[in-house]
C-alpha cells in the first residue's frame, strides 16, 4: 500500500525497522503443530522483510525521509554551535582554519597582502593535508580573483612534498582523492617529480617492502580514487653500522589467547622486554635506538610497565596512560568544596585516596553523635573523623576565597599527587600526564572559567582526551617509544619492532563516506544510528546507502594497507615483527608472514622475569635533606639574575642614593 503520510505512521515503521533484517531469521519448528506449514511461513516472511524484500524497501524510504530531516537539524545545530564558540571567544583549530580559508577567499586585499609578505612557500608531509588547509595554500600562492580548485600560483611560489602511500588520516579528513586532486592542478600549472630514492633503510627492508606491496591488491600500477600507485623502494647503502652487527628483517612467535587479548599482549610484553633490556645492557643498542608500534592502543600500557619493570626507560604515546585514579579522587574533593552540604559527597572524599577512613569508622562517628557536614562543626564522633572533616572545611574556606586554579594546584601540592604519581608504576608518564591536566584547569580559568566547577570540567576533558599524554621530560633521546601506528608517522628509529599481533574487534561498519568530484568539490553521506551501550539501531540514512557504505569500506581497507606501509618503512636498521601461532589473518601484520617465512630472521624469544631491584640506600633523614637542598635551589632559580634602572633616576639621585639603589631591584 502507498504510504502519504509518514508522520502518522512512525509506529508502524519503528514495529516494521524490529523484524527487517540482513540475515534470515530462524524459526523453532518444534513449537509448531506441522513442520512444513513452519518452513513456509518462514521462507515467505524472509523474502518479506530481508534482503531487497518489500519491509526492506519500504523501511529504506523510511530512513530516508528521515534523512533530510536530520541533515537539516544538523546544519542548523553546527551553524548555532559555530556561532556559540565565535561569540564566547572560544574557537578551536578547525575554526581558525575555516575563518582563515574565508578570509583569503573573500578578502583580495587581504589575500594580495599577505601573498607578498610569504613569496614561498613549502609543504611537506602534503598526504596529511585537510581541504582547508590545502585552500590556505593555494590562495596564499596565487593571485587573488581565483577559485583555489582552479587557482594558478605564482611561478616558484609553491613547493609541496609528500607521499600518498603515506596518506592515513582520512579520519581526520585529509583523503587521498584530495592529495591525487591537488597533484593534477600541479601537472597543470607545474612540475610533478618522483622520489625514489630512499636514504634511511637497509636494502633488506626495501626488499622486503618492493615483494610484499608490489601487488595489485595493495598498489596498483595505476592510481585509483582509494589507492597510490606503487613506487618501488630504492634503499641507499648508507656505509658502517659503528660495531653494530644486527640488521635486516627479524621475527619472533608470540602465544596469542583466543578469548583474552590482554593475555596476549602479556605474552608479548614478556618476551619483547627482555630482549630490548638485554640488548641495552650489552651495550648492542641505546634505549633511544627502539620504536616499538602497535595498531592500535591496546596492550601499549602492559608493554611500558613490563619494560619498566626490566629497568628500561620508556615513553607511551597514545595508550591513554594517565592519572585516572589521582584525578577521580581530586575530583571527588572538589565536589565536595563545591557543595559541602552534601553529604554524599563528603563521605565520598572521607573514604577516598587522600584520608582512608572506612565505613565503619564513619557509622561510629554517625552513632556517636558526629555528622558530615562542612558548613557546621561537629564535636561529637570519632576524633579521627573530626580532624578530617576540620580539615575539609579549611579546604572549602580556601575554595571561597581563592581561584580554582590557584585552589587547585595548592590542594594538589599539599596533597603530595605530583610524587605519588611519580612514584607509581610509569611513574615520568604519569606525572607528565598530571601536569598536563593541572594545566588544563588553568586554561581553563584563564578562559573564564575560575569556579570549582569550571575547573572539574576542565579535569573531565583532560581525562577523555586519550592521547593527550605529556611526558614530563618531552623530547626524551635516551628513552624506549612506544606508540601505536598513527602517531610514528614521520619518525624513524635504528630498531622498529611491530608488536602485539591482535586485531581490532569488529566494529559498526562505516557510517560516513566523503567522496569527490573531478573539480575536487567535495560530497559526502552519513548514516544516523541510535546507540545506548553496546547496542544501536539505525535512525536515518540516504538513498543508496548501501553503495556508499561499499564504497567507503574500500576506502578504509586500502587505507590500512598505507598503514601496514608507513610501519615497515620506519625502521633504519632492524626491522622487528611479532608473529601469531596460528590465524595470521588476525594479524594487523598478516600480509608479511609469507615473506618473512622465507626470507626473514627468527629471533627466539623468551619471556623472563625481571630481576629485584635494588633498594634505594635512602634513610628518612637523607630524604628530608634532599628536600631541603631541592627547595634551596628552588628559591635560588628564583631570585633575579639582573636589575633595571633607568638613567635619569641613576642621573638624579645622590651617591647615597645610588648606593641603596644598587642593593635592591626595582620591577621591570
Not at 85 to 109: C, E, K, Q, V
Request: proline content about 5%.
Amino acid at each position: 500500500r502507498e504510504v502519504t503520510d509518514w508522520k502518522e505512521r512512525g509506529p508502524f515503521f519503528e514495529a516494521l525497522q524490529v523484524v527487517v533484517k540482513d540475515n534470515p531469521h530462524k524459526i523453532t519448528q518444534r513449537r509448531w503443530r506441522a513442520r512444513e506449514p513452519a518452513k513456509d511461513f518462514a521462507a515467505r516472511f524472509n523474502a518479506f522483510v530481508t534482503g531487497d524484500g518489500p519491509a526492506a524497501r519500504l523501511v529504506r524510504r523510511w530512513y530516508a525521509h528521515r534523512y533530510s530531516v536530520v541533515v537539516r537539524f544538523l546544519r542548523r545545530a553546527v551553524d548555532a554551535c559555530i556561532e556559540d564558540r565565535r561569540r564566547r571567544g572560544r574557537l578551536d583549530f578547525h575554526d581558525l582554519l575555516a575563518l582563515t580559508a574565508s578570509l583569503l577567499r573573500d578578502n583580495p586585499g587581504v589575500r594580495r597582502d599577505l601573498g607578498r609578505r610569504y613569496r614561498r612557500l613549502l609543504v611537506d608531509e602534503f598526504q596529511d593535508t585537510d581541504p582547508l588547509q590545502a585552500e590556505i595554500m593555494l590562495l596564499l600562492a596565487s593571485e587573488p580573483d581565483a577559485d583555489w580548485r582552479e587557482a594558478v600560483p605564482r611561478p616558484g611560489a609553491l613547493f609541496v612534498v609528500g607521499d600518498p602511500k603515506q596518506s592515513i588520516y582520512r579520519f581526520r579528513r585529509a583523503d587521498i582523492q584530495l592529495y591525487q586532486f591537488v597533484r593534477e592542478r600541479f601537472r597543470a600549472f607545474g612540475d610533478v617529480l618522483h622520489l625514489t630514492a630512499n636514504f634511511r633503510s637497509v636494502p633488506a627492508i626495501g626488499a622486503l617492502v618492493n615483494d610484499v606491496f608490489d601487488r595489485e591488491e595493495f598498489f596498483p600500477r595505476e592510481a585509483t580514487d582509494a589507492q597510490a600507485a606503487f613506487e618501488p623502494l630504492h634503499t641507499q647503502p648508507s656505509g658502517a653500522q659503528g660495531g653494530v652487527g644486527a640488521e635486516g628483517v627479524f621475527w619472533y612467535r608470540v602465544q596469542e589467547h583466543a578469548r583474552r587479548r590482554d593475555e596476549t599482549a602479556r605474552d608479548d610484553a614478556a618476551r619483547l622486554a627482555p630482549w630490548i633490556a638485554e640488548r641495552i645492557r650489552r651495550g648492542e643498542r641505546q634505549p633511544g635506538d627502539f620504536l616499538v608500534l602497535t595498531r592500535w592502543r591496546d596492550g601499549l600500557d602492559v608493554l611500558a610497565a613490563e619494560l619498566e619493570e626490566h629497568g628500561v626507560p620508556v615513553q607511551v604515546t597514545g595508550a591513554g596512560v594517565g592519572v585516572e585514579e589521582e584525578l577521580r579522587e581530586l575530583q571527588t574533593l572538589l565536589a565536595c568544596m563545591a557543595d559541602p552540604t552534601d553529604e554524599t559527597k563528603v563521605v565520598a572524599a572521607l573514604v577516598g585516596l587522600f584520608f582512608g577512613l572506612d565505613y565503619e569508622d564513619l557509622v561510629e562517628h554517625r552513632l556517636r553523635g558526629g555528622t558530615f557536614s562542612l558548613t557546621e562543626p561537629s564535636f561529637e564522633g570519632r576524633e579521627e573523623v573530626r580532624r578530617a572533616l576540620r580539615r575539609l572545611r579549611r579546604w572549602w574556606r580556601e575554595a571561597k576565597r581563592a581561584p580554582a586554579d590557584v585552589f587547585v594546584t595548592s590542594l594538589a601540592r599539599r596533597l603530595g599527587l605530583l610524587p605519588l604519581a611519580g612514584a607509581r608504576e610509569l611513574g615520568s608518564v604519569r606525572a607528565g600526564a598530571l601536569v598536563f591536566a593541572l594545566e588544563a584547569v588553568r586554561a581553563a580559568a584563564l578562559r573564564g572559567e575560575a569556579s570549582l566547577p569550571g575547573a572539574m570540567e576542565a579535569l573531565d576533558e583532560a581525562l577523555a582526551l586519550k592521547e593527550a599524554e605529556a611526558p614530563l621530560e618531552p623530547e626524551r633521546a635516551d628513552v624506549v617509544r612506544i606508540m601505536n601506528l598513527h602517531q610514528a608517522k614521520g619518525l624513524e628509529a635504528e630498531v622498529v619492532v611491530l608488536a602485539y599481533p591482535e586485531v581490532k574487534r569488529q566494529g559498526r561498519g562505516p557510517e560516513l563516506h566523503v567522496a569527490r568530484d573531478p573539480r575536487g568539490e567535495a560530497f559526502g553521506y552519513l548514516a544516523v544510528s541510535q546507540r545506548w551501550g553496546r547496542s544501536s539501531r539505525r535512525v536515518a540514512e540516504p538513498v543508496g546507502w548501501a553503495e556508499h557504505e561499499t564504497a567507503e569500506a574500500d576506502f578504509q581497507a586500502a587505507e590500512e594497507v598505507r598503514l601496514l606501509y608507513v610501519a615497515v618503512t620506519r625502521a633504519r636498521r632492524e626491522l622487528v615483527v611479532a608473529r601469531r601461532q596460528a590465524k595470521p589473518e588476525r594479524s594487523p601484520w598478516g600480509p608479511l608472514d609469507e615473506w618473512l617465512e622465507r626470507h626473514g630472521t627468527e629471533l627466539e624469544l623468551n619471556s623472563r622475569p625481571a630481576g629485584e631491584r635494588e633498594a634505594a640506600p635512602l634513610t628518612a633523614e637523607d630524604a628530608r635533606v634532599l628536600v631541603e637542598e631541592a627547595g634551596a635551589r628552588l628559591r635560588a632559580a628564583g631570585e633575579p639574575s639582573y636589575r633595571v634602572h633607568t638613567v635619569t633616576a641613576l642621573a638624579k639621585a645622590t651617591v647615597g642614593e645610588r648606593e641603596g639603589v644598587a642593593e635592591r631591584p626595582e620591577p621591570v
